[in-house]
């Protein structure tokens, strides 16, 4: 598939989904409203996520070691495998890893394109830095922000783009992240690991529909949920 498609398709699923051509996606409402079950795990550093479909059912697991921007680049990756890739039902991933297949990097294209669309960017960067491609540092904290992604991330897109120089690129890689952001008043969070143990999607739900219909057992409903943390036999205030 070449980048032209995938911009192509990139874009109409923004549309499918009510999202502008150049607004930022709020990444978990996203999961909500595509019904996409989703559960952040520790796991290798390595792993950095999978993905499941199977009929009408989607999951994806992510890994809540890695830095919240690199999650969010994550699920747009398995965004891809599940609205665009044809012809798959288990897929696991380790985005930007150098030995990629021509699929793996076609995926990680589309979450770029997905997650910074580029007259989004453009919109966000004053018209002087743009005239000389070199984009400040405290314009390309304003875009991590905005967009919810990682400095590497941004900066391979931009540089994609042409809207940097190679000088610039290597200028601004080499600034410390969490330092600067913690320089020019931005919260960190971005940059750190989180989201353990967090669930979005029904699945507490789906336990509870299963366990009342008689479909599984009692102890079947406990195991599911002690999954996500949760155990029904204890009092809850």
Not at 122 to 137: A, H, N, Q, T
Not at 213 to 229: A, C, D, F, T
Request: charged share 25%.
């Amino acid at each position: 598939m070449t980048k032209d498609i995938i911009e192509i398709r990139a874009s109409e699923l923004r549309s499918e989904w009510g999202l502008s051509s150049d607004e930022p996606i709020q990444v978990k409402p996203l999961l909500l409203k595509l019904d996409i079950l989703t559960l952040f795990r520790p796991l290798d550093d390595d792993f950095s996520g999978m993905c499941l479909k199977r009929n009408n059912s989607r999951f994806i697991l992510i890994n809540a070691n890695h830095p919240i921007g690199r999650q969010h680049f994550t699920i747009a990756h398995e965004l891809y495998h599940l609205f665009v890739q044809e012809t798959f039902e288990v897929h696991y991933c380790n985005p930007g890893s150098k030995n990629s297949s021509k699929q793996e990097k076609e995926a990680d294209f589309f979450a770029s394109v997905l997650l910074m669309p580029q007259m989004g960017i453009k919109k966000m960067i004053p018209e002087p830095e743009l005239m000389v491609k070199d984009v400040s540092l405290a314009t390309l904290l304003k875009l991590e922000h905005y967009f919810g992604v990682s400095r590497g991330a941004l900066l391979v897109r931009l540089s994609f783009l042409k809207l940097i120089s190679n000088d610039v690129f290597n200028r601004l890689t080499e600034k410390p992240v969490v330092r600067s952001a913690k320089e020019y008043g931005y919260d960190t969070t971005l940059y750190l690991p989180g989201n353990n143990g967090i669930v979005v999607g029904d699945y507490g739900v789906r336990a509870r529909a299963l366990f009342e219909r008689g479909k599984i057992s009692e102890g079947h409903y406990v195991e599911l949920l002690s999954k996500i943390g949760v155990d029904p036999t204890q009092n809850h205030d």
